[in-house]
Structures are given as C-alpha cells and as structure tokens.
C-alpha cells in the first residue's frame, strides 16, 4: 500500500473510510506527528492504491492486510485511529491481533448497531443497479458533490480544497469497484464484527462521532461504548460524518488528550493472536 508517514515517537495508524483516502489525514498529520510516527496508507482502490482483480474486500480479509502492513513497515504495535468503514477495519484488524494495539480511537466506526447502510448493501449487491452505478457513479460529479456535501453537518464548512481533493481520485471507477465489494458482504461482516469485540474490550478506546452524522447513525455509540471496559465518547455537536474535515482543531485536541492520559502503556491482552476462523 501506498503510504504517508510523518514525525518520531510511538506509531500512530490511521485508516481512512470508504471513497476516502490518505488525503482523508492532512489537518491531523501535522499536528499528531509532533508526538507520533504517523502512518496513513491508501488502502486498496483508494488514492494511490490500485485494486486487484478479485481480491477479497470482506472485512476480516481488510483487517489483515492492515496488519500486514504493519509487518511491512516494521509496526511492531500502535494506536490505531480508524474512520467510518476503516473504522470496523481496525476493529477487525484489533481482533486478529490484539496484542499489538495499544489504543483504539474509532471515529464514527460502521457497526452493527447502525442501521444506515444496510439496505443499500443489499440492492446495490445485485447485478443490474450495481453495472449501472459503475457506469454512472464515475461519471456524474453532481451526484459526488451531493453525497460529499450530505457528510457534513454544516455544508458551508467544505472548502472547495477539501471537495476537489475528495473528488479527484473518483474520476475513475476503482473506488467504487471496491466499494460495491465491500458492500457485496456488508450485513454478513457487521454480524462478524459483533462477534469479535469481546476480543479487543480491555483494549482503552475513544469513540468520536458528530452529532449530525447522516451515514453512521450516533445513538449507535451508546451500545458500542458498552462493549469495552475503558471507553471514552467524544461527541462533537453540530458536525457530520467528517470531524476531521469539518471541525479539525477540536477533532486533534480530543485525539491528543486522549492520548496523553498514559494509554496503552500495559499489556493489552494474552490472546492468542490470530481468530480461529479466518476470512474465505
């Protein structure tokens, strides 16, 4: 994977979302970086990443390509940030391994009590609708501004920088081709995903939503936070989906306390270190 790394001191990963990328961490990196090595990859059919025909984009399968890339870049373990649907990608990665992360901080995670999503993964799982987005999606940067500007609580907010960044890497069709796969498994992971998380609950954890999240639904914080037994919410009033876009100073000051409180300085957990049921 293609990657941005920046600053000394223990790793900090960030996994972007869906139709996201590395640009995803540009007002964070800066700053987490003056007390962290950050790493930000763009994951497959993302940024600069190509995707590979075929590969598997169930969420177990994402999950440990992550940690491989931990393997590659030398991480030995990390803190581990993950945004919407790279946010149920570090939960899973947290899972396989979780020995070797020391914090998690999910920003608005995909999870399984959120209904948002659902429904589409369902019709856009079939053959017809899912030809005709490929062919149109790419294609139509009404319909990109649109769904852009229905990510923030305060569209006023989006500078025309941040739009144009978001918008160039879906001139071509590789975003979509791996986010129609992700949806293809979408409500089976989301079962998968609640069953590993008795696996990462003594794992220190920051949850950030906005307040007017419109894609993952913030009342569904609340029976998340009770999964794990060190868990701090941070809810950001008036903001969308995209905190770090939207609201960025608030956004690395939670980060950095959260952070600074002496957090995964312990062990994590004795675990063994991969699931016992991998991805297909």
Known sequence: MPFARAGE????????????????????????????????????????????????????ACGERLLRFMDATGIKDCHLLG?????????????????????????????????????????????????AFLRVAPRLRSLQEFYFRRLYGDSRRIRQETLEGYLKPLLGPEPFRYGLAVLRSW??????????????????????????????????????????????????????????????EEFNQAILEFLGHGRGKAAISTEPSRLSDSAE
């Open 9 to 60: 001191g223990p790793a900090l990963l960030l996994v972007h979302g869906l139709l996201g990328s590395s640009f995803s961490w540009r007002q964070a990196i800066p700053k987490m970086a003056e007390q962290f090595t950050v790493y930000a990859p763009d994951l497959p059919g993302a940024g600069l990443a190509e995707l590979p025909p075929g590969m598997n984009c169930q969420l177990e």
């Open 83 to 131: 945004t919407s649907h790279g946010g149920a990608v570090a939960i899973m990665a947290a899972a396989l391994d979780p020995r070797r992360i020391r914090t998690l901080i999910l920003v608005a995670p995909v999870n399984p009590w959120s209904a948002r999503g659902k429904v589409l993964s369902i019709l856009l799982s079939r053959m017809v609708p899912a030809f």
């Open 187 to 248: 409500n089976r992971d989301l079962r998968r995903l609640e069953s590993v998380l008795p696996r990462i609950s003594r794992i220190p954890t920051l949850l950030v939503w906005g307040s007017r999240d419109g894609a993952v639904d913030p009342a569904s914080a609340v029976p998340l936070r009770q999964q794990f037994a060190d868990c701090e919410l941070r809810m950001m009033t008036g903001v969308g989906h995209l905190p770090y876009e939207e609201a960025p």
